[in-house]
């Protein structure tokens, strides 16, 4: 029987640059795109742990792994990683947008991550990284995927691109209401607006080649408290939080051929919880 649904999976040799790829995640994308028949383009601020992660990966996947430092919110870094990147590794094929801040959710008295105390530094920060950083990237590496008319971009949001927190899930028994730890504003407003971005570059470079997507995933098991735990498997149908491992295929499927016939949209994948 002929394999031509498969093959569509197959990525060639085409390029991916991740971004964030040193944190909790990018190492499953990377794997998903090696995985895949690709290169993997790792890129980080963090210089140690990016370099930990490529090593990690470059067994048994040697000569497909490469990692550049590169802070996003430096649109003349970008610059000059996109060229470095292009000469040494070859056309970018593959971009996906996934550094965040994630701000922490802050548990002392002062509590600056509730709404009445936010720092704009903070906001500033928090925006500079998740959305200002997608569309720096976008621009330029966009750019030239619509010159050479043929590349994707994926930008990773979250079920929290589509619903606002639960602040539920946050409260410290002995706390009063005003003093309560809340999910920031930041990560609704810069998950929120990727979603955006993605429709706007869609249509932007839907003549020209180039693919955009979002995907939401949701919180990812990582030994989080066992109350928040609870309370949040609470509001999910599966009644479960999401493993590392999960979001892998989804990966290939948004930057393959696979989904030759999808740009603009948010896949969600996050145990049914944005249904309740
Ligand atoms: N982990 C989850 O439960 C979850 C759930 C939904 C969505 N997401 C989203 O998935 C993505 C990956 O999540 P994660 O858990 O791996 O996050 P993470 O915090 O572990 O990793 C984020 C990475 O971004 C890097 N980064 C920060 N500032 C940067 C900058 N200026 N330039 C370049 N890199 C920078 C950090 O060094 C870090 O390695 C994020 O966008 C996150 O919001 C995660």
Redesign the pocket.
């Known amino acids: 029987m002929k394999k031509d649904i498969l093959d569509k999976f197959g990525l060639k040799n085409t390029i991916a640059v991740i971004?964030?790829?040193?944190?909790?995640?990018?190492k499953y994308h990377a794997e998903a795109i090696l995985q895949g028949g690709g290169i993997a383009v790792l890129?980080?601020?963090?210089e140690k742990?990016l370099k930990e992660t490529a090593s990690s990966l470059n067994n048994p996947y040697t000569k497909k792994v490469f990692s550049y430092p590169?802070?996003?919110?430096n649109e003349k870094q970008i610059e000059s990683i996109v060229e470095k990147i292009t000469t040494e590794v070859g056309q970018i094929g593959i971009l996906i947008n996934?550094?965040?801040?994630?701000p922490k959710v802050e548990n002392s008295e002062k509590n600056f991550s509730r709404l009445e105390n936010f720092p704009l530094k903070i906001w500033n920060d928090d925006v500079?990284?998740?959305l200002t950083?997608a569309f720096l990237m976008s621009k330029h590496i966009g750019a030239l995927m619509a010159k050479n008319g043929k590349g994707v971009i994926l930008n990773?949001?979250?079920?929290?691109g589509i619903i606002a927190p639960n602040q539920e899930l946050y409260k410290k028994p002995g706390l009063k209401n005003g003093n309560q730890p809340v999910k920031p504003i930041t990560?609704s407003a810069v998950?929120h607006g990727l979603i955006g971005l993605s429709k706007y570059l869609a249509t932007y470079w839907a003549d020209k080649g180039v693919r955009v997507n979002s995907l939401?995933?949701?919180?990812?098991y990582?030994d989080q408290p066992e109350d928040f735990v609870r309370k949040l498997t609470n509001l999910i149908p599966m009644g479960r939080m999401s493993d590392v491992n999960e979001f892998k295929a989804a990966i290939l499927f948004l930057c393959s051929d696979a989904s030759s016939y999808m740009t603009g949209a948010n896949l969600v994948i996050d145990g049914g919880r944005t249904c309740w």
């Open positions: 971004t964030g790829a040193a944190g909790l995640l990018g890129t980080d601020i963090d742990r590169l802070d996003i919110t996934n550094a965040a801040n994630n500079a990284v998740g950083g990773i949001a979250s079920d929290l990560y998950k939401s995933p949701a919180s990812v990582n």
